[in-house]
């Protein structure tokens, strides 16, 4: 599906309006005169349950036919999007099972028990979580709520940059973290639709950096080590999610992990936010060409906060 | 001077307005879920500075005749205070000079010389920072802004109370982090003018329990050897401040250096805000009562934000 075959994005917030938080956008005087531009910080690790990914689960999952949903729905994830859909499944009275790999950060797993969900767990890697969720779905017809590379995914993920359009005039350019690329592809669909000046780039872990080196290369490209601290930026770019990006993206900006690391401290001591390290990758790609962006209005979007707080690496 | 003997409270506030940020109240539905109460957090920690004490310090600075400014103020600070005086004295073109113990955290001393304070080391302890003070204000004909035991320094920590008794109405107890005790007794005089039915409490780490054991005993105590994590908390409670405390304060609670941990980790986890230590210790205290506030609407202040990320009890 291309950008220009994708839904009426405007539906998709309307559809999300009341259920989701408008998330804030938070600023700082100390981070706006070091770079000499204005950094405006869409914050989602203050959005339901700690991340974006309510958006798209949320969306997906109220765009479903109520048959559907109505034996269940399943997916597999090791954290933030396992938790958006449980949360998103409560609203609904859809039970949620989710697909949980053994070494999944404990904090998560409590999170989606938490809200609910049925967990089942498997072993670690991406093969172990597709074949258990076959097995489930084959025996009790559950539906499969994808967690990235899914154009309704990248619909309900859209209505984040939609707030910003509306809440930031005249920006000049995004940055958004990009994993499995559904923040970032629905980031584009919103800018061509309602600000087509507005220049959006990824920002990538150069340790993980698929996203980076599918552009170059034209055609997607595997991720087999990801080594990065933004755990949540390890995943491999979705098939949906590259045709956009390769049609719209400004390009990806790949930053090293102590540049992640000093964006992360920047956000912790000047914003005062308990981000998770993947949404510091935004922020850090901004520092990396500041040069380029003097007196801009640029935004940076702390995709979440769920860190584990043991393993923080000040 | 007593608690009726005080200055207009109002006033401060309007003294106060514009220049710095009226912070946000925030909330978080987990926090309130597993208490069975309504907390609202005052955020102080995204005030200008990153504290409260940009409240005493602008309202000090602004009271005094510009002719008491005019040769330069000081003061003792290892943290936060001077960072306030710092930010407070830049704004009204005052050379603020701060006496700065040689052990002080090396963040706090960067941001106090990047808000333009002129710092000067002395011996760690209370004795070596008086006397540096005392010789520099003899020879240069500095005027002292105290750090917290001084009625104009409570009277502008007074305007954090107003603000929540304004923005949160039917607020049932406040639980306010107490060190010095600027703070509270500012509170105290706000809830007594304001709203005289709030219950105000002091929350106190043990291993730094002064104000207990001086509203125990009725008699000021001394605090010779405060070893807690919330240093922010470790100072001795002030003169001024223990008579308004004594005379209006529902009580104090203190909490242990576990409890401490715990809170902070909710604030970072739930509310996703990096704090200091001695911010959790408000939350600390409800979580210690919660079956005593059921049902209830509370205050938990957050009194500052300037971690040493380095350092962070994790």
């Known amino acids: 599906m291309k950008a220009d075959e994708y839904p009426d994005l405007k539906k998709a917030a309307e559809l999300l309006d009341g259920q989701i938080h408008r998330s804030p956008i938070l600023r700082s005087q100390t981070i706006d005169k070091a770079l000499g531009c204005e950094v405006h910080f869409k914050s989602e690790h203050l959005q339901k ?34 938790q958006a859909l449980a949360w998103a499944g409560k609203a609904l009275d859809t039970k949620v099972h989710v697909v949980v790999p053994e070494d999944a950060p404990k904090v ?19 093969a172990a979580r597709e074949q258990l969720c076959s097995e489930l779905m084959d025996a009790h017809g559950f539906s499969f709520v994808p967690p990235y590379d899914d154009p309704r995914i990248i619909t309900g993920q859209s209505t984040m940059m939609q707030e910003c359009i509306e809440d930031i005039s005249g920006l000049d350019a995004a940055f ?39 552009l170059e290369s034209g055609v997607r490209q595997e991720q087999p080590a990801p080594d990065t601290m933004a755990d949540g930026l390890r995943t491999a ?11 719209e993206a400004e390009g990806i900006v790949t930053v090293t992990e102590e540049e992640i690391l000093e964006a992360m401290k920047w956000i912790y001591r000047y914003l005062k936010q308990a981000v998770e390290p993947s949404a510091a990758v935004s922020l850090a790609s901004i520092i990396k060409e500041k040069d380029r962006w003097k007196g801009r209005k640029l935004l940076s979007v702390l995709c979440g906060g769920n860190s584990d707080l043991s393993a923080l690496p000040f």
């Open 176 to 214: 958004v973290p990009v994993g499995g690329g559904g923040l970032l592809a629905g980031a584009l669909l919103a800018a061509r639709q309602f600000q087509p000046d507005l220049k959006v780039f990824g920002a990538e872990p150069r340790n993980a950096d698929d996203a980076f080196r599918s």
């Open 237 to 247: 770019l979705g098939v949906h999610n590259f045709a956009i990006i390769q049609q």
């Open 108 to 126: 998560k797993v409590e999170a989606m028990h938490a809200y609910g969900a049925q967990l089942h767990f498997c072993a670690p890697g991406q």
């Open 49 to 82: 349950t700690g991340s974006f990914k309510v958006r798209g689960a949320c969306y997906t999952l109220r765009s479903m036919l109520a048959e559907e949903r109505s034996k269940g729905v399943i997916t597999h994830s090791s954290g933030n999007h396992g």
